[in-house]
């Protein structure tokens, strides 16, 4: 089983800055894609970015030119860097990431973490 350790969210001031965390760890054969959906009260969980084992990354485009994704294999961690945050940013944030669990794991599978909350407000 992977396991999702999310960290980093709270409450920050419109324009402010945040950095979340994200680390998986259990069984771990390889890693493909790592990144973040969130999910607002009352809409759907959207994806804000992801990066592939290769170092392609994809953003929302809300979120382009403020957020910046990251990844270090070695520690099977993404991070992602949220400056200028807004107001409508706030939302529960989820890691996410698409893991084959062993070499006997033939595809790969997602998983999620628990979530973090971020709240943009004065």
């Known amino acids: 089983q992977v396991q999702l350790v999310e960290s980093g969210g709270g409450l920050v001031q419109p324009g402010g800055s945040l950095r979340l965390s994200c680390a998986a760890s259990?069984?771990?054969?390889?890693?493909?894609?790592m990144g973040w959906y969130r999910q607002a009260p009352g809409k759907q969980r959207d994806l804000v970015a992801s990066i592939r084992s290769g170092g392609n990354t994809n953003y929302a485009d809300d979120v382009k030119g403020r957020f910046t994704l990251s990844r270090d294999n070695a520690k099977n961690t993404v991070y992602l860097q949220m400056n200028s945050l807004k107001p409508e940013d706030t939302a529960v944030y989820y890691c996410?990431?698409?893991?084959?669990?062993?070499?006997?794991?033939?595809?790969?599978?997602?998983?999620w973490g628990q979530g973090t909350q971020v709240t943009v407000s004065s």
């Open positions: 996410n990431v698409e893991a084959r669990p062993s070499m006997l794991h033939l595809r790969y599978y997602t998983y």
């Open positions: 259990g069984n771990i054969f390889s890693i493909n894609a």
